[in-house]
Nanobody, 115 residues
Framework: VQLQASGGGLVQAGGSLRLSCEAS????????RGWYRQAPGKERELVAV???????NYDDSVKGRFNISRDIRKNTVYLQMNRLIPEDTAVYFCYAKTNNGRVYWGQGTLVTVSS
């Protein structure tokens, strides 16, 4: 499975960005997709995931501001990020996990929120 992320950039606090993650390869076994992020000096943390059945899960810090969605025909998962705050600054990694537990990562895309 290959994951190609895009959509990061520089935005002012209060602004919005949308990240995209397109999957290719043997994706039939993937049952969870989503996004993690890693801020400077911090560990990688979950942001949002979406399961094959459409259920979603969000970190408390982004609930109500971020929305994860997918386009099954395009094999793409999106992360709409609204009301961004400087604490959201991080490298965002798209993520996929198969039903046998194997994990795949995209290359990361930098999101910088200025105050």
């Amino acid at each position: 499975v290959q994951l190609q992320a895009s959509g990061g950039g520089l935005v002012q606090a209060g602004g919005s960005l949308r990240l995209s993650c397109e999957a290719s390869g043997k994706i039939s076994g993937v049952n969870v997709r989503g996004w993690y992020r890693q801020a400077p000096g911090k560990e990688r943390e979950l942001v949002a995931v979406i399961m094959n059945n459409g259920l979603t899960n969000y970190d408390d810090s982004v609930k109500g501001r971020f929305n994860i969605s997918r386009d099954i025909r395009k094999n793409t998962v999106y992360l709409q990020m609204n009301r961004l705050i400087p604490e959201d600054t991080a490298v965002y990694f798209c993520y996929a996990k198969t039903n046998n537990g194997r994990v795949y990562w995209g290359q990361g895309t930098l999101v910088t929120v200025s105050s």
